[in-house]
């Protein structure tokens, strides 16, 4: 069988194209292999340094040696991956039975290219493999692997799996539905990879790979997966479109011989799925804090796994597996009679280090060097609630182009630096948050503008604004009687309140102690677990409840004896 041609997509990053090329052109097969090069085209508003770049990955690829033959096909003007991803592949799967796929930031083990085609024989007319995966740091062990997820770095398929492809989104979201693999699709409700994929079918984002995932769980297909890892993500910078803060994966070591042995069952290895269970193990028990990027948009699993635990998940794996004790505790724990009962055991938010965090991240959100923050974690990609959207624009619409927004404990302008984005310029905002003393200091003198300010009290903030929406986000919980609170605010008269990702019982009020995961930062203090019968009980004697708000997809949090929940309402004064 003919070797497998290579298909690399580019655009503007000639050092990284020049790392991809230069390890493809050690592999052992590269000078029998034929190479084709996608390269876009500028976008319409295109800087003069981008320019220059993309002039510089023509040249590059124009002047390649190496392969038995390169052909360069260059976009007359800017398509995106997305488009780049599918119609590359369509165009070189016409000529061709099978294809590797490789990214312009990915370095390979001199074996990959033997790993890839030796798999695309071996797994040729085996329809349960969609693909053959090249990137492994999370998961130590003897043999290859399969697991449900695909690769979509550094990769293989063939031209009847890429038939599968199902440009639809829509669609897929709508069979997912009905035949109640939404769960499945969402690892099991710890990534709303559902959220991704409506993202992409109405046009927020552009990513296939969010498709290409929904049309492996609608298949029911697996990915095979090395041993030991055959590439190596360097896209981790500021010139990468979905790059993290760090390169988790620096210290990866690739492959050092050729590992194409597959005396394995075709079937999802428990041992990796338990690598898997442990991330979203740690994802469960830290989303008041964060919630994974969007892994999806071109980066999959790995961006959200390395953004968030690859260290711990990296040197933890095989203690997780055998449950060794010494693996770090963190969530919910204790039924506690009084605040300082648990206050005593606890360090809060009066923290510096984690003042400094909030600090710092805040500050990257407003400077744009990041998209927003959630408890000092910043995220290069923007997330929000659809429906919070939604429900903000009607209010601002009501009145007359304008929103006047009461945030009570709202961090550093968390809030509005996520939403305001999401707005038109038009749109008359202003968003004031209440907060302590030290937040309320440093917003005024380094994050306010002319329509984010900072206030020590509610009748402070008041006395200058009327304000619309009351937003209690993530925060009933940390007050030390949260009940009172509700009165006082419910006392304001404001129009619209909204509570967002709070953690409920249904029937229980639960005072716990919260330790945050290590990967965040080291912190523990008292978090209430109110009841949601209580909660709405209360509002209700002045409030009616318009709409309900799921963040995290039905996600609970074990507490061993109960569920606790995740959930939001946006309530209307009657």
Not at 406 to 430: C, E, M, N, W
Not at 481 to 510: H, T
Request: aromatic letters at 12%; one cysteine or more.
């Amino acid at each position: 069988m003919p070797l497998a041609p290579i298909v690399i997509f580019c655009y503007n990053r000639p050092w990284h194209l020049t790392q991809t090329l230069n390890a493809l052109k050690t592999n052992v097969l590269a000078k029998e292999s034929q190479l084709f090069i996608f390269c876009d085209g500028a976008k319409a508003n295109a800087s003069e340094t981008d320019v220059l770049n993309i002039n510089k990955v023509a040249t590059i690829c124009n002047d390649l040696t190496g392969f038995a033959n390169v052909t360069v096909i260059k976009a007359p003007s800017n398509q995106g991956l997305q488009a780049s991803v599918t119609g590359g592949l369509n165009f070189v799967l016409e000529k061709f039975e099978n294809v590797i796929v490789v990214e312009d930031d990915v370095v390979t083990s001199s074996y990959f290219l033997q790993f890839m085609n030796d798999a695309l024989v071996k797994y040729k007319d085996q329809k349960k493999v969609l693909t053959i995966g090249s990137w492994n740091y999370y998961y130590k062990t003897e043999r290859n692997f399969f697991n449900h997820m695909p690769d979509t770095i550094a990769w293989a398929t063939w031209r009847d799996r890429w038939k599968l492809f199902e440009p639809d989104g829509k669609k897929l979201h709508d069979q997912l539905i009905e035949r109640k693999l939404i769960n499945k699709f969402n690892l099991g409700g710890k990534y709303n990879f559902e959220n991704m994929l409506k993202l992409q079918y109405t046009g927020q984002i552009s990513s296939w790979a969010i498709r290409w995932t929904a049309v492996a769980v609608l298949n029911d297909t697996l990915t095979l997966y090395p041993k030991v890892s055959l590439s190596q993500h360097i896209g981790f910078d500021t010139a990468a479109t979905n790059s993290n803060e760090m390169d988790y994966n620096k210290d990866l070591v690739l492959a050092q011989s050729n590992i194409s042995d597959f005396d394995i069952e075709v079937k999802e290895d428990p041992a990796s799925v338990a690598g898997f269970l442990y991330v979203e193990n740690e994802i469960k028990n830290s989303l008041s804090y964060i919630k994974p990027e969007n892994p999806l948009s071109g980066q999959k699993i790995k961006n959200a796994i390395s953004k968030f635990i690859p260290y711990t998940l990296k040197q933890g794996i095989k203690k997780i597996i055998k449950k060794d004790p010494e693996i770090e505790v963190s969530g919910w724990f204790g039924n506690y009679s009084s605040w300082q009962e648990v206050e005593k055991q606890c360090g809060g938010y009066n923290d510096n280090l984690v003042f400094e965090k909030v600090k710092q991240a805040s500050l990257k959100v407003k400077n744009g060097e990041a998209a927003f923050e959630r408890d000092s974690v910043t995220f290069n990609k923007l997330e929000f609630d659809e429906k919070l959207l939604s429900f903000f624009k009607r209010v601002a619409a009501e009145k007359n182009n304008a929103l006047n927004v009461l945030d009570f404990g709202g961090s550093l302008g968390s809030s509005y630096f996520q939403y305001r984005q999401l707005f038109d310029k038009t749109v008359a905002i202003k968003w004031n948050v209440i907060e302590q003393g030290h937040f309320v200091e440093f917003g005024k003198k380094e994050i306010k503008n002319n329509e984010l300010d900072f206030f020590y009290t509610i009748q402070e903030c008041l006395k200058e604004n009327k304000a619309d929406v009351l937003i209690l986000s993530s925060v009933l919980s940390y007050i030390k009687e949260p009940y009172a609170l509700l009165k006082e605010l419910m006392s304001l008269s404001i129009k619209y309140i909204v509570i967002d990702r709070n953690l409920f019982l249904k029937d229980e009020d639960r005072l716990t102690k919260q330790i945050v995961p290590s990967s965040i930062y080291k912190a523990s203090y008292p978090c209430w677990i109110l009841s949601e019968n209580t909660v709405l009980n209360l509002l209700g004697e002045k409030y009616t409840v318009i709409d309900e708000l799921e963040p995290y997809n039905g996600l609970e949090v074990d507490l061993k004896d109960k569920k606790a929940y995740f959930k939001g309402v946006i309530l209307k004064i009657k």
